[in-house]
């Protein structure tokens, strides 16, 4: 298909737009989606990104009247320079945060990659226990109790050295 | 090292490297962003904060195995052409050079590794390497994350992971970036396919310098937006092997285009590059860039032999505007500085052709 502007190159932008309840399709090449405005050639900044959503939540004026006790950073602040002032404000502004978050990472709010020394051996120790419970479901389902028996014991080891 | 205006008389390691992706693919740099647990972000921290913060990581670097390799470089008492020259660099990034206050960066001799204190946050670890060279950027980088772990605590939360001052950086604290020299597709009109394309996997491009700068000389660099929710490892390897791949594509059929449809106008360009280079009596910084763009273009795409990479990447680095008045000794104004670069630059490929 060629655009439907230039006639000249290959329509690679579909578009539809719906106006007046009229459905109106646009098929475009690049340069004269571009020229349209249809693709942002300047990707937005994410310090924008954070400043522009943060001024939307903002509208709620009661969030402007939270300010972190540790650190003394206000929501108002942190909206207009787009930085926090210490760990605790993830707690204290934590539910603005959160939709901030999904904007600002394709929808995540968990962490998942790597974590301290000392913690992940925690993790790691929730983690196996974790599986050995679901292997021991399996050992009783299968009523082989003699390999549930042992499990049962690793399950309590490791609960009691944590 | 006492002094950083040492560093001109050498190439950091990345711009050694061969190049890899038939030149396309620059560097590849990844950083992490850390924050001490206990103490405020650098917004809300006083200047005894910063002090100790700072005595903090350069203590735990020293104590730990990097020790020996690294040498502190404090910025605050430097002056602003040095400051600059670590910019061009890459060694530090430009708001940490024009920044106030403790500060400073920890370096390796060989410009792999660059570690700025009170930056945005309280450490940010960057490892640089030539070429596509994600996996031993990330398994370095994680290496010396592990060894500095050992001796600070970093501000972690269960659900957020690594803290940062800014949210955008938060969970992994992981910022990969690719510099990639995209000139066919610069010449095509095509570059807006490199724009789409990041926008559709979230991640922005930027200029050659990083946040906020123009991409000067068709060099563009890549870098992942998103830091929560996903491994290191995952956001590497969707570099590795989805990104990268698909941008190199683009560029070598923008390459390929040109060569089969418009020779005479790219070989053009490229003697033209060389003519200008050889023989300008005065010339910007932009236009040097852009000059030594298309040369090295014509480089890899086999239009040239008089001139080799390495003299081209010399050329890169030496004709920026801190280098070119540490090398020579003089300071000296816009107007003065253009004509000495010229000169440089007729110095250095007249030389080489003797050679």
């Known amino acids: ?162 | 090292m006492d002094n950083v205006t040492e560093l001109v008389s050498g190439r950091g390691d990345w711009l050694k490297s061969v190049n890899s992706e038939g030149g396309i693919v620059i560097s590849s740099r990844i950083r992490l962003a850390r924050n001490l647990g206990g103490f405020h972000f650098l917004s809300k921290c006083s200047q005894q904060d910063r002090d100790e913060i700072q005595a903090l990581i350069v203590g735990a670097i020293n104590s730990s195995a990097l020790g020996g390799h690294f040498f502190y470089v404090h910025l605050d008492n430097m002056g602003p052409l040095e400051r600059q020259l670590l910019v061009e660099r890459h060694l530090i990034s430009r708001q940490h050079a024009e920044a106030e206050g403790p500060r400073g960066v920890a370096l390796v001799g060989d410009e792999t590794v660059a570690l700025m204190v009170n930056e945005e946050d309280h450490l940010r670890m960057q490892v640089l390497y030539g070429g596509l060279q994600l996996d031993k950027a990330w398994q370095r980088i994680n290496q010396l994350d592990d060894q500095l772990e050992e001796r600070l605590e970093f501000a972690f939360h269960e659900q957020f992971g690594y803290l940062t001052a800014c949210p955008t950086n938060i969970g992994t604290g992981i910022r990969v970036s690719v510099m990639m020299h995209l000139p066919a597709l610069k010449i095509t009109g095509e570059i807006e396919r490199v724009f789409r394309a990041a926008k559709d996997m979230h991640l922005a491009v930027r200029g050659l310098y990083g946040e906020g700068t123009e991409a000067t000389g068709d060099f563009y660099q890549i870098s992942n937006q998103s830091t929560l929710g996903k491994t290191e490892e995952e956001i590497v390897e969707e570099f590795r092997d989805l990104v990268v791949p698909r941008i190199t594509e683009y560029e070598v059929q923008a390459r390929e285009l040109l060569t089969k449809q418009k020779s005479t106008m790219i070989e053009d360009k490229v003697w033209r590059a060389i003519g200008m280079l050889k023989y300008a009596r005065t010339i910007s910084t932009e236009e040097t860039l852009l000059l030594l763009s298309h040369l090295r273009m014509g480089l890899n795409m086999g239009m040239l032999n008089d001139v080799d990479l390495d003299t081209i990447n010399e050329l890169f680095l030496n004709t920026q505007q801190a280098h070119l008045q540490i090398i020579t000794g003089q300071r000296l104004d816009g107007e003065q500085r253009s004509k000495l670069r010229a000169d440089y630059i007729r110095r250095r490929l007249s030389n080489h052709q003797n050679n």
């Not at chain 1, 475009?28 to 571009?34: T, V």
């Not at chain 1, 050639?41 to 009661?62: G, S, W, Y």
Request: glycine content about 8%; some cysteine.
């Open chain 1, 1 to 162: 298909m060629l655009c439907q502007k230039c006639k000249k190159h290959a329509a690679t932008v579909h578009l539809t737009e719906i106006l007046n309840s009229e459905k109106r399709e646009k098929h475009l090449c690049e340069q004269c989606a571009a020229q349209e405005g249809l693709t942002d050639k300047a990707q937005q900044p994410i310090n924008q990104l954070v400043a522009k959503f943060v001024l939307a939540q903002t509208e709620a004026k009661e969030l402007s009247q939270i300010t972190c006790p540790d650190c003394g950073m206000s929501f108002l602040q942190f909206r207009n320079g787009g930085l926090l002032g210490c760990p605790n404000d993830y707690e204290v502004f934590k539910q603005t945060l959160v939709g901030l978050l999904e904007k600002a990472h394709e929808g995540r709010t968990q962490h998942v990659g790597k974590i301290p020394g000392g913690r992940e051996n925690k993790h790691k120790r929730q983690h196996e226990l974790m599986k050995l419970r679901r292997d021991l479901q399996e050992a009783v389902n299968l009523e082989d109790y003699e390999r549930a028996a042992a499990l049962r014991d690793k399950v309590k080891g490791l609960e009691e050295n944590g």
